[in-house]
């Protein structure tokens, strides 16, 4: 079983944006939230990766 912790990105909903992470356990989406504190075999932070336009 892998984990994968994404910090800091920017989450898209129907309701809208806003920063927040995303929390993956074996390649599926488990968690999205602000502020996860889960234990996790890599960590990303996003905060500083953006979208080239």
Known sequence: MSTLLIKNGT????EGTYRG???CKDEKIALIGESLDC???RVVDASGIRKLL
């Open 39 to 41: 234990e996790a075999d």
């Open 11 to 14: 989450i898209v909903t129907s």
């Open 21 to 23: 992470d995303v929390f």
